[in-house]
T-cell receptor, first 114, second 115 residues
Framework: AQSVTQPDIHITVSEGASLELRCNYS??????LFWYVQSPGQGLQLLLK??????LVQGIKGFEAEFKRSQSSFNLRKPSVHWSDAAEYFC????????????FGAGTILRVKS | DTGVSQNPRHKITKRGQNVTFRCDPI?????LYWYRQTLGQGPEFLTY????????KSRLLSDRFSAERPKGSFSTLEIQRTEQGDSAMYLC?????????????FGPGTRLTVL
């Protein structure tokens, strides 16, 4: 069965510090991988996605993620966090088929302290 | 393009009542998805449509739940005889199938509280 694990429920970082959010997945084949961000009262916004090719993908808002097949991981990183990055972050996997359902992790809440 | 919209944004109802939510996808998006998100969890897939056809339903979608997309544009999600366990955020997303995997764009959600 497909599953996504985000081991950290909450993470607190200082503004300007680097960030890494962890994501591990279980999937029968090479999946499509996604990171979404959700701010209070807002819908989910796609930060970045991995389909194939270069395992380091760049996204919006200065985020990047690295796909490591051997570790079944797709960790999200940002070199310098801004206070506006405080939100909940979700990792998701989807099948390599046209636009089918996504399986999400439970999310990681990021707090940024000034 | 105004994005995916959902109405109402909040709904409070008493146990046993029926509720209906509406989702308006991005125009010309032919795929529409419903997800449910409970507190402390990520969204869980409920069902999706391609045009007006409902192609897949999750086992989470009990017989009290019904979704429609009658003209392949907006969609409604109805919950009959609501239970307290139905309290959640109901998210709608849309995408366009054009031969590649396309991003699902999410609406702001409808938060349901069942008293």
């Amino acid at each position: 069965a497909q599953s996504v694990t985000q081991p950290d429920i909450h993470i607190t970082v200082s503004e300007g510090a680097s960030l890494e959010l962890r994501c591990n997945y279980s999937y029968g084949a090479t999946p499509y991988l996604f990171w979404y961000v959700q701010s209070p009262g807002q819908g989910l916004q796609l930060l970045l996605k991995y389909f194939s090719g270069d395992t380091l993908v760049q996204g919006i808002k200065g985020f990047e993620a690295e796909f490591k097949r051997s570790q079944s991981s797709f960790n999200l990183r940002k070199p310098s966090v801004h206070w506006s990055d405080a939100a909940e972050y979700f990792c998701a996997v989807g099948p390599m088929e046209y636009g089918n359902k996504l399986v999400f992790g439970a999310g990681t809440i990021l707090r940024v302290k000034s | 393009d105004t994005g995916v919209s959902q109405n109402p944004r909040h709904k409070i109802t008493k146990r046993g009542q029926n509720v209906t939510f509406r989702c308006d996808p991005i125009s010309e998006h032919n795929r529409l998805y419903w997800y449910r998100q409970t507190l402390g969890q990520g969204p869980e897939f409920l069902t999706y449509f391609q045009n007006e056809a409902q192609l897949e339903k999750s086992r989470l979608l009990s017989d009290r739940f019904s979704a429609e997309r009658p003209k392949g544009s907006f969609s409604t999600l109805e919950i009959q005889r609501t239970e307290q366990g139905d309290s959640a955020m109901y998210l709608c997303a849309s995408s366009h199938r054009d031969g590649t995997y396309n991003e699902q764009f999410f609406g702001p959600g409808t938060r349901l509280t069942v008293l």
